[in-house]
């Protein structure tokens, strides 16, 4: 089992920046390629970007967001700056099997653990 603890969420104007944590416990961190998706009311839950040894994002937060993992700490950000009303929703961490490349972890079935969620809210 992996546990995944989301923190650093919360409210910003949009044009500001928020840093997103995952921090995660149990089995081998560096085993596992990590992804973070989102969930706005009303909508799907989306990918916004996944990292195994390099970064792959969804083209809506491209250039904007950067994804990094600190395998010493069990821990994965989520860089988010110039944000927007439309970045407004609760971010979930994910950790699905290490093994390919991170483009290849968009869909959510591939991931096998996730966590709780944060509230991330863009004001205009």
């Known amino acids: 089992q992996v546990q995944l603890v989301e923190s650093g969420g919360g409210l910003v104007q949009a044009g500001g920046s928020l840093r997103l944590s995952c921090a995660a416990s149990?089995?081998?961190?560096?085993?596992?390629?990590m992804g973070w998706f989102r969930q706005a009311p009303g909508k799907e839950r989306e990918f916004v970007a996944a990292?195994?040894?390099?970064?792959y994002y969804a083209d809506s937060v491209k250039g904007r967001f950067t994804i990094s993992r600190d395998n010493a700490k069990n821990t994965v950000y989520l860089q988010m700056n110039s944000l927007k009303p439309e970045d407004t929703a609760v971010y979930y961490c994910?950790?699905?099997?290490?093994?390919?490349?991170?483009?290849?972890?968009?869909?959510?079935?591939?991931?096998?653990?996730w966590g709780q969620g944060t509230q991330v809210t863009v004001s205009s």
């Open positions: 149990g089995r081998t961190f560096s085993n596992y390629a």
């Open positions: 990292i195994s040894w390099s970064g």
């Open positions: 994910a950790a699905g099997p290490r093994g390919f490349a991170a483009g290849y972890y968009t869909k959510r079935d591939q991931y096998d653990y």
